[in-house]
């Protein structure tokens, strides 16, 4: 080090000792998005300047590596979403960070782990974050900064999914539409793991050989267009069981489909509704055939499980199963936190769970 | 007796008496409806008489007392139900009768009793009724005639209702449409006994007071109209409780209106589709609402719970309550067996649940 390196060190921990100023000169100046109003995220959200604090008893300080960019975040944002945080707001809802101080009684976490923040509405979209030890989770290094930085969402909801709305055993079908969605995705890769068959619907579109293909990779049993669908003579023919289970993102004319293939019993969970249609519910299928409609949304079973031991078990299984490869991250782009806009845009722009997930890059 | 009258009695127990003609005789000829194929009802069902044997070991001889025509007879005779009894078949699903014999081995029903059938698609429209002990079940005489005729659909199809898709405590508020139906007012009454509040969604009608009045005298909290629930404050406003639970016969718009006012998380649960339009579900209701879309159907229901102890305490605490007067009987006219496509086309004019029931009365 030189002598005036050492000079101008020597002065700044003088002056800011009590704030710890040194150590994050030596990383970089705490930044965070903020909005104070809901609107369109590109006007409404400003970059500032943070005051970080140290950890006190029981908090870890870390600094975050990546948080990706969802749809929810978006709509957030926008007001459109039924969980409002408090204005003003930063937002962000998933992400992955390094642990660069941990306060007093912390034992279970040290300096260097990575760890996922695990509370709704903290805020993401930011390079530090101060938390309470029992509010992130520690996961392994070797964890893929993707599967880690996306691991709370969309695995999660493939995960309860399939989990809590009937009891599925290997050798069962699942169907879902909106096939190639993220969460999608993991519904395939999670049952191909479960040894459960999936029958995927995806919409026709000009690639779809190159799709089925990649859904094929994943592990999905049968890929099914929107049309194809509706002449199948895969469930009446005995190839495959009646699915025991339909996962709907879509809503509209499709749900309506699928819910026709469906086993007597049958639950079909909807967790979004790309077509922007709602349900329609025919009276028979709901007293004669006892079809259930039911609804999930990740962050109320969030809320609802904080501290329950499903979901350290879920987490633990989503993560063994990722650090095999068995289960990928989404398809995605890093865009550095100085580009966020980029970021919001893309999102924006390519409506929905379609596509690309963009992923805010904290390394400077 | 006269000296006639006992030759022939002689020679009649003489020539039959393998068959106990004898005791049939003093009684009524045996007969039935019967249909060979499905269609209009008041083509395709012949009266015909029948040959009954004695009661085997374990079997009981019924003289049938009475039988409802329900909506769900002329359906299944139609070939419109989803369960289809192998034809020729007898019409009929509920009644109830005296017990005429008892085969060896029968212990706990004597001869006089009152019983109801507990078998599905048995076929009810008959004088008599030869059935295995463990499909009847005893009822006490002073149980009235109509109540212990319609026990085995309306009053368990509300009580399942109420009990099986959610908790409901003194207190909580149920929602019903159709709420003029012979079984919402069984659902109206056993509210009532359970001290839960229902809000009672009717159609506009020329003698709206007169059904309010009606229906305010069997316990229900509040009736509004179609109308009225479009506009009305009396959730918002906190006056009631949103409803843990709906209870849907109608479908269409006003199903939609329901879901509009019920607790998070609770179910709607349909049982009818009086208005022919399905149920429309907005994506939102699922996801973000936790709003559960369920069928019940009493013939699954029973054929599932055959011999559970679940079916006999549903049994006991119905009889306990029609004989305490806190559940009546629907409004029914009672029609002779004789004059059987009276109660059958006056079921098939008055559509579906709404208006009287018609009862077959065997007395001759």
């Known amino acids: 080090m030189s002598k005036i390196a050492t000079k101008v060190l020597g002065l700044l921990t003088t002056k800011a000792s009590s704030q710890n100023a040194f150590k994050r000169l030596l ?24 005051d970080i604090s140290d950890p006190k008893d029981g908090e870890v300080l870390i600094k975050m590596l990546a948080a990706p960019v969802n749809p929810a975040d978006i709509n957030t944002i926008q007001g459109k979403y039924p969980s409002k945080p408090p204005l003003p707001a930063v937002p962000g809802n998933e992400g992955v960070g390094k642990v660069e101080k941990v306060g007093g009684g912390v034992t279970d976490i040290c300096v260097g782990d990575h760890v996922v923040p695990l509370t709704n509405n903290l805020g993401t979209w930011r390079t530090h974050l101060l938390l309470k030890k029992e509010n992130v989770l520690k996961v392994p290094q070797k964890l893929g900064l993707v599967e880690a930085a996306t691991l709370t969402v969309n695995p ?51 690639n779809l050989d190159e799709l089925k293909a990649f859904l094929t990779g994943l592990g999905a049993t049968y890929i099914l267009t929107e049309e194809e669908l509706r002449t199948t003579n895969l469930f009446k023919s005995g190839e495959v069981d009646r699915p025991k289970l339909a996962l709907n993102c879509v809503g509209g004319k499709n749900a309506l489909e699928c819910t026709r293939h469906l086993a007597p019993g049958a639950p079909m969970v909807t967790y979004g509704g790309m077509s922007r249609e709602p349900l329609t519910v025919p009276t028979s299928a709901l007293i004669f055939k006892d079809i259930q409609f039911r609804g999930f949304w990740m962050t109320r079973w969030s809320k609802d499980n904080a501290n329950s031991v499903d979901r350290l078990e879920m987490f633990e299984e989503l993560i063994s199963l990722m650090t095999n490869n068995e289960l ?3 398809s995605h782009k890093m865009v550095n936190f100085d580009n966020y806009k980029e970021a919001l845009m893309n999102t924006m722009t390519v409506q929905g769970m379609i596509g690309k997930k963009y992923i805010l890059d904290f390394h400077s």
């Open 27 to 50: 990383s970089t100046q705490p930044s965070k998005l903020v909005y104070s109003e809901y609107g369109d995220p590109i006007k409404v959200i400003q970059r500032a300047n943070e």
């Open 156 to 206: 999660c909801t493939a995960f309860r999914m399939l989990r809590d709305f009937t009891s599925l055993k290997p050798g069962d079908t699942v169907m879902q539409n909106g096939a190639n969605s993220a969460c999608g995705q993991n519904v395939i890769q999670i049952c191909r793991s479960w040894g459960i068959r999936t029958v995927n619907i995806v919409r026709e579109r000009p």
């Open 328 to 330: 990928q991250g989404p």
